[in-house]
Nanobody, 125 residues
Framework: QVQLVESGGGLVQAGDSLKLSCAAS????????MAWFRQAPGNERDFVAG????????EYTDSVKGRFTISRDNAKNTVYLQMNTLKPEDAAVYYC??????????????????WGQGTQVTVSS
């Protein structure tokens, strides 16, 4: 059983940067593919970025490519999401998710067995 705790959310202005962290415990972190999803009010929970267990491969949704970077530190059991040039449409609750490393990065929420509680990101224009 993996427990995930996100942190780093907050209120920023458009164009600013923010770095989210997700600390994992209760499992062997290096065995898990990790991902960030986000959910705005009235919307589905959508894939933002994913990273393989070894950090060698990453994937992003088109709207964040070139602005967001996902990374992980297996020694610290932590995955990060660096968000640059934030836009009002990036505002959402951001969730960290984990799945066993088999089958790689998936972009649908049902593939992920473990979730954090979410952290709010608000972007003012």
């Amino acid at each position: 059983q993996v427990q995930l705790v996100e942190s780093g959310g907050g209120l920023v202005q458009a164009g600013d940067s923010l770095k989210l962290s997700c600390a994992a415990s209760g499992g062997t972190f290096s065995r898990y593919t990790m991902a960030w999803f986000r959910q705005a009010p009235g919307n589905e929970r959508d894939f933002v970025a994913g990273i393989t267990f070894d950090g060698r491969n990453t994937e992003y949704t088109d709207s964040v490519k070139g602005r967001f970077t996902i990374s992980r530190d297996n020694a610290k059991n932590t995955v990060y999401l660096q968000m640059n040039t934030l836009k009002p449409e990036d505002a959402a609750v951001y969730y960290c998710a984990a799945k066993l490393f088999l089958s790689g990065i998936k972009k649908t929420r049902v593939e992920y067995a473990y979730w954090g509680q979410g952290t709010q990101v608000t972007v003012s224009s």
